[in-house]
């Protein structure tokens, strides 16, 4: 058995308001669960980490010292801030293992995380906390995670080093594809262009296929995939192109090759209110009706659901 629960699922900044209180207005964070033991897995340490620290703090803590594996899908401010504000981290006799990628820069995730945690942004620095924080920096990789519980990493396209994670527990499988958006040929790819270089532009059309199809055979098959789709198309293509997110409409292409069976929209625009996303919701659904067996959902705040 695997349930999760979204505890955040917008993107960019948290959003507040009376205008976001179906889907929520904190940022990612998803507790997964695993098997008859309830395995904590959290992917993401958003705003909503608040919320789920103080949850543990009731459900957990009375039961005996935590033990925590926090994932991070990249290290961008919208998927740490939650971090100075999660509860355990102050708790003796807590263990959190910290796991992300870490970008180019020379320091280390411990660093990058920990120093939110100085007086310069905050009034506990990292070296006054309670809790036993181990820090690990993930590349591609495939490992056990708890018993049974095997994660597998893949790079997507964004600003910085960004990790979608697959994991599979006894025959059944959850995707989460987010921060990201389609590979493309950056390379010139008009004839009357004078900087075009017909090879280079060949070659650049068979790299960005090659990395898409990496991307849809990582979410092959799966039971769910939870997928970044921050833009319509026409918002994507008339603004947001370079910025590291996808759309409705190419999310639902790809997980529809790839025989995905359920998608989660998330990752929401901070400027979509609850009634957009309800259009949004019906348009595609709508749209894809008799064409294929995927199903198509929103992602939203304090949702539990059990795979």
Not at 269 to 280: F, Y
Request: charged residues 25%.
């Amino acid at each position: 058995m695997i349930k999760f629960r979204f505890w955040g699922v917008r993107g960019s900044t948290p959003c507040p308001g009376p205008d976001t209180v179906k889907y929520g207005g904190n940022t990612a964070c998803i507790e997964f669960r695993f098997g008859e033991e309830e395995k904590l897995v959290i992917l993401d340490a958003g705003s909503g980490l608040r919320q789920l620290g103080n949850n543990l703090m009731k459900t957990e803590l009375p039961k005996g010292p935590m033990n925590i594996e926090l994932l991070l899908s990249h290290t961008h401010w919208d998927h740490i801030m939650g971090f100075p504000f999660f509860t355990p981290i102050y708790i003796p006799g807590t263990t959190i293992n910290v796991r992300g990628p870490v970008t180019y820069e020379e320091d280390g995730l411990d660093k990058i995380i920990g120093d939110q945690l100085s007086y310069r942004y905050f009034p506990v620095k990292h070296s006054e906390l309670s809790a036993d924080i181990k820090y690990y920096p993930l590349k591609e990789s495939t490992f056990e995670i708890g018993d049974g519980i095997f994660t597998t990493t893949k790079y997507l396209n964004h600003p910085i080093l960004c990790l979608g994670y697959r994991f599979e527990y006894k025959g059944k499988s959850i995707v989460t594809a987010y921060d990201t958006e389609p590979f493309t040929n950056l390379f010139p790819t008009d004839p009357e262009d004078p900087d075009y270089d017909q090879m280079a532009a060949e070659e650049g059309d068979l790299v960005a296929k090659e990395e898409n199809d990496k991307i849809m055979n990582f979410m092959r098959g799966a039971d769910i995939l939870i997928h970044d789709s921050q833009y319509t198309k026409e918002e994507y293509y008339k603004s947001f192109q370079g910025w590291g997110h996808s759309t409705y409409e190419y999310v639902i292409n790809m997980a529809h090759k790839a025989g995905v069976k359920k998608v989660y929209f998330f990752h929401h625009d901070p400027l979509r209110t609850d009634k957009q996303l309800d259009d949004l919701l019906e348009l595609y659904r709508e749209k894809v009706k008799g064409k294929t067996n995927l199903k198509l959902e929103l992602a939203r705040e304090g949702q539990e659901i059990t795979l």
